[in-house]
């Protein structure tokens, strides 16, 4: 009980807590570069933690429910709906966020900025958060558990949480130019990371059609291993991917890799706007 | 603006937690390895007790402990056995350890032979129960870490706040000093990593003082200086105004740039008049509106001059500030209106309350100021072309808004310039604290 519950924290806290330390040296970098011209307050991130954790108690709440649409697969179909939307309002910030930061409507912009963080982490804590829920209040049911379950949860959680904050800090050390650049590669796994994760949560619902596996690491570097579900966390890794999956996979890379944003870390107006 | 104290202590505290975690996940999975290990050992010790036992008599009902099954085996005939032990065998006639499945349960087994009495013993534990012990027990040692975090989380604050604690004292040294205060930063026992600090702050004090006073005398003695030749220029002029005719072409000249040169040094008084040290001396409550009343009055031949229509709105309003230093402000923004609307242009003034402030706006009809020259128009001589005319052409010099712009910042006030109301003009709107 000790055991799983370290890994399902692990991996779920680490998810969210790398997506928010990236989110987070973001704004530090937008604020830093285009402070005058961008004003982006970093107490978004209270707004969507509070709106997180109460959407993943109440997404927890329904799941019985939830989980007997479409056939008993109504889980998974929106477990996939919630991912969409997160890609959704990554491929807006990574899109749409740079353009024309100089003109008169950066106000706006930055708004829009805002608020794209706040939803793409609320519905990341929802996800991540209501697993949790579950898991613990299934398994908590039961009194001899408790000990064992808690003191793994809060093992788990400290782990995943030192490792966004030693990521946060560890970006903030870097140069502007090199934060922005590793941000937005991270960024760009994530998306494929979500990407990856709708194809196998549609087709666990018979919604996509099974496809042969792409590859086979496991012998190499298990999924279960600490530094699989690190990997996991960090960039997605799976050590048996569908083809389906690789594919969605790179095609969310990309859609970042050729946004502005990532043309603009990555040599460009950066490089001449930040080195000081 | 980041804290040092909660970098400090996040990062800290996030390595402290991710290595005794991880050091604790590893501790735990030997530790249970361990238990594993010294499970079977008493497994093996206890057949080794089963096999003594004396079968000769009534052995039915030996119980061995909770989840604990034994059997004893000799050509096939099954000689003793404990409570709730199935009839059939439990485990392979084969010597070792092994895990069996029965009873809905999984089992760990150990089977020994003896060959003197010829008789196979087989113990069996649940699997289920030796991993609940081990892991309370393994968790017992685990449990200590995890609470202590919180306590070694409030330690590493307590120390970062102890070692800060020297930062913290020299920037409320710092932050006490006054806007005029220029004595040298008195700070004992510093730490060392400050007195660099310290000595360069001190050492850039001292300079700005001393740079300070030599542009204060300047100031002060040129003004004073020029004041007595200019006066006696005046005189001089009147006679010869007198001589030779005041409409004479030249001579009008010659006044104007004797009263442009006089502005001048008026406006030069004016700024050393204004500093910090003074305007703490001479500051008291005054009645903004009315100040404003006093110096229509006294400019509005000026407009009537130049048949310029204005209007003054606005009720009693009270702020902290010196009154001479307020006059001042108050005839450069009225001149300035004056000078550059057209003839027959409106000029509107208004004293209002707005949220917590007091704002004085005056508005004028004329050409208005650019965007690009609003925020270098305080710059002390920056004078810009408005409409398309030199602005040179105009009397002053330049110094207007930059003392405008001075008077507002000793009186904390904040100075914005915006297209005005009318067609075209610009408005000057200096926001004062209210009194409380």
Redesign the interface.
């Known amino acids: ?3 799983n519950s ?1 890994i399902l924290l692990l991996q779920e806290i680490l998810e969210a807590a790398l997506l928010i330390s990236v989110l987070l040296v973001i704004t530090n970098l937008f604020h830093d570069i285009w402070g005058r011209s961008f004003v982006l307050r970093k107490t978004w991130i209270f707004y969507a933690l509070i709106l997180g954790c109460a959407g993943a108690w109440l997404y927890a709440l329904v799941t019985p429910t939830v989980s007997e649409w479409f056939d008993y697969v109504g889980q998974e179909v929106v477990n996939s709906l919630i991912h969409l939307v997160s890609l959704g309002f990554l491929i807006l910030l990574s899109w749409v966020a740079p353009s024309n930061y100089f003109s008169d409507k950066t106000s706006q912009r930055a708004q829009l900025v805002i608020a794209s963080m706040v939803v793409i982490v609320l519905l990341a804590l929802v996800r991540e958060g209501s697993e949790i829920l579950l898991y613990l209040g299934g398994v908590t049911s039961q009194s ?1 558990n408790v ?2 379950v808690l ?1 793994g949860a ?2 788990g959680a ?2 995943g ?3 966004g ?2 990521l946060y ?1 560890g970006l ?1 050390s870097l140069s502007h130019t090199w934060a922005f650049r590793v941000c937005l590669l991270l960024l760009a796994f994530v998306c494929g990371n979500i990407a990856s994760q709708i194809v196998m949560l549609l087709t666990q619902a018979d919604w996509l059609p099974y496809t042969a596996i792409a590859w086979d690491t496991a012998g190499l570097l298990p999924e279960n291993s600490i530094t699989g579900r690190l990997l996991y966390a960090l960039i997605g890794y799976e050590a048996t991917p569908s083809i389906l999956q690789a594919v969605c996979y790179g095609l969310a890379m990309l859609i970042i890799i050729f946004g502005p944003l990532f043309r603009l870390a990555w040599p460009g107006i950066l490089a001449k706007n930040v080195e000081q | 603006m ?1 804290s040092i104290r909660l ?1 400090l202590v ?2 800290i ?3 402290l ?2 290595f005794n ?2 050091a ?2 590893q501790g ?2 030997s530790s249970m390895e361990e238990a594993e290990a010294l499970f079977d050992r008493q497994l093996e010790d206890l057949a080794a007790i089963v096999l003594n036992i004396d079968v000769s008599g009534e052995v039915e009902g030996i119980s061995l402990g909770n989840g604990i099954l034994f059997q004893i085996w000799q050509s096939s005939e099954l000689l003793a056995a404990s409570s709730g032990s199935p009839a059939e065998s439990i485990l392979e006639f084969e010597e070792g350890f092994s895990f069996v499945n029965f009873d809905s349960y999984r089992w760990r087994g150990f089977t020994q032979f003896n060959p003197s009495s010829q008789r196979w013993v087989m113990v069996v534990e649940r699997t289920d129960l030796r991993f ?1 012990l081990a ?2 027990v393994v ?1 017992e040692s ?2 200590p870490i ?1 609470l202590g ?1 919180p306590l070694v989380g409030l330690l590493i604050w307590s120390i970062v706040s102890l070692g800060l604690r020297p930062l913290d004292k020299l920037s409320t040294e710092l932050k006490k000093k006054q806007a005029h205060d220029l004595s040298p930063v008195v700070y004992e026992n510093s730490a060392r990593e400050l007195e660099q600090v310290i000595q360069s702050t001190n050492s850039f004090i001292l300079r700005l003082d001393e740079v300070l006073e030599r542009e204060k005398r300047f100031s002060a003695d040129a003004a004073h200086e020029l004041r007595t030749p200019i006066s006696a220029l005046k005189i001089q002029l009147h006679n010869l105004g007198e001589e030779i005719g005041s409409d004479h072409e030249s001579f009008q000249q010659l006044q104007s740039g004797v009263e442009r040169m006089q502005h001048l040094i008026e406006q030069l008084l004016s700024l050393y008049r204004t500093t910090p040290e003074k305007f703490a001396q001479n500051c008291h409550q005054v009645d903004l509106y009315q100040l404003v009343q006093e110096q229509i009055a006294q400019l509005y031949s000026s407009f009537e001059n130049r048949n310029q229509i204005l209007e003054l709105s606005g009720d009693e309003a009270l702020i902290e500030g010196d009154d001479f230093a307020l006059q001042t402000l108050v005839s450069n923004l009225l001149s300035n209106a004056n000078k550059y609307t057209p003839e027959g242009g409106k000029i509107l003034v208004s004293v209002c309350e707005i949220d917590s402030d007091i704002v004085l706006s005056v508005e004028d009809s004329g050409p208005g100021i650019a965007e690009e020259d609003r925020l270098r128009i305080f710059d002390r001589f920056y004078r810009s072309d408005l409409g398309g005319n030199s602005n040179r052409e105009m009397p002053g010099c330049g110094l207007g808004l930059t003392i405008v712009a001075h008077i507002a910042e000793l009186h904390q006030a904040r100075v914005v310039v915006e297209g005005s109301n009318f067609e075209s003009g610009s408005a000057f709107r200096v926001k004062f604290r209210k009194k409380k």
Request: charged letters at 5%.
């Open positions: 009980m000790f055991i370290v001899e000990v064992p003191s809060v093992i400290g782990i949480l030192s490792c904050v030693i800090y903030t | 980041r970098f996040a990062s505290l996030a390595t937690t991710l975690f991880v604790a996940l735990y999975q609940i892991e309370n968790l685990v449990l995890l975090i």
